[in-house]
């Protein structure tokens, strides 16, 4: 199975703030790797696809960069609404996830 | 626009069974492959099953393989996870999404429901 490790687990940044984060995969899933948004309450949305095409209707404050076994998801400008947890997703082989990065507003 | 709602959740003993549903509105559900996701208190997002859009191919997670089995009735855009033999370990809130094509190897999920929580409790 593929394993997927992300970092951090828990991010506190200020609005405005750039923040950045890892997904890792255990061996190489080409550009096969999406990222979600999830907030309590709400269903999860479908952010970046193929590693770095932003899905229709997503903020351009939102890009995803990598290939191989490194992946970045990228926010800039943080705003309050993008407090969620984001989940990067394998889906190369099967589907496997990360185990999720909470973004806190510091 | 696509809306996705599950129903079917709740309290249950271990070793008994529940089934959840899953309403799809705004696409047309018989071109396109779904998938249950779940999501365990405290833990990331775990895949559990798939099928394709005409019901003739599904997959299921090791771990319920045996005591889960997805289904679909396309006649009314309906998606189904039968869940038996319910373990404490199955508690989550599951999720059903939608894939960007029609076969089980259509993984890219681009539309998800809130959710439909699961608690396995005796």
């Known amino acids: 199975d593929i394993q997927m490790t992300q970092s951090p687990s828990t991010l506190s940044a200020s609005v405005g703030d750039r923040v950045t984060i890892t997904c890792r995969a255990s061996q190489s899933i080409d550009h096969w790797l999406a990222w979600y948004q999830a907030k309590p309450g709400k269903a999860p949305e479908l952010l970046v696809h193929q590693a770095s095409r932003l899905a229709g209707g997503v903020s351009s404050r939102f890009s995803g960069s990598g290939s191989g076994t490194e992946f970045t998801l990228t926010i800039t400008y943080l705003q309050p609404e993008d407090i969620a947890t984001y989940h990067c997703q394998q889906y190369h082989t099967y589907v496997t996830f990360g185990q999720g990065t909470k973004v806190e507003i510091k | 626009q696509v809306q996705l709602v599950e129903s079917g959740g709740g309290v249950v003993q271990p070793g008994n069974s529940l089934r959840l549903s899953c309403a799809a509105s705004?696409?047309?559900?018989?071109?396109?492959?779904m998938h249950w996701v779940r999501q365990a208190p405290g833990k990331g997002l775990e895949w559990v099953a798939v099928?394709?859009?005409?019901?003739?191919?599904?997959y299921h997670v090791e771990s319920v393989k045996g005591r889960f089995t997805i289904s679909r009735d396309n006649s009314k855009n309906m998606l189904y996870l039968q869940m038996n033999s319910l373990r404490l370990e199955d508690t989550a809130l599951y999720y059903c999404?939608?894939?960007?094509?029609?076969?089980?190897?259509?993984?890219?999920?681009?539309?998800w429901g809130q959710g439909a929580l699961v608690i396995v409790s005796s």
């Open positions: 705004g696409f047309t559900f018989s071109t396109f492959g």
């Open positions: 999404a939608k894939t960007d094509c029609d076969s089980t190897v259509c993984r890219l999920l681009d539309s």
């Open positions: 099928i394709s859009n005409d019901g003739n191919d599904k």
